[in-house]
């Protein structure tokens, strides 16, 4: 059964950079792609940025310029880079993994704020 784990979350000051990772345990041999969302209270998760499994990426249009998504295959491994960020971009950060018939994969989320 795959699971995920991201880490590297925290506070950072407006203009700071992040690296988020999540890292994925089990068999992703079936995956169709990996991608970030995040989350702020009383509202819908939302889709940051993705990786498909050709290695084709999307972005939120809020994310494009200053979020990278990346992945490390022999690490079973993908990170958000978030550089120039801004108070908005606070919220809590899950990692989503879609498998060929197979239901989603949640991780537990990372908390970014962004703050003075």
């Known amino acids: 059964q795959v699971q995920l784990v991201e880490s590297g979350g925290g506070l950072v000051q407006p203009g700071g950079s992040l690296r988020l990772s999540c890292a994925a345990s089990?068999?992703?041999?079936?995956?169709?792609?990996m991608g970030w969302y995040r989350q702020v209270p009383g509202k819908e998760r939302e889709l940051v940025a993705r990786?498909?499994?050709?290695?084709?990426?999307t972005y939120a249009d809020s994310a494009k310029g200053r979020f990278t998504i990346s992945r490390d295959n022999a690490k079973n491994t993908v990170y958000l880079q978030m550089n120039s960020l801004k108070p908005e971009d606070t919220g809590v950060y899950y990692c989503?993994?879609?498998?060929?018939?197979?239901?989603?994969?949640w991780g537990k989320g990372t908390l970014v704020t962004v703050s003075l």
């Open positions: 089990g068999s992703i041999s079936g995956m169709v792609a």
């Open positions: 990786i498909y499994s050709g290695g084709a990426t």
């Open positions: 989503k993994i879609t498998l060929v018939l197979v239901r989603d994969v």
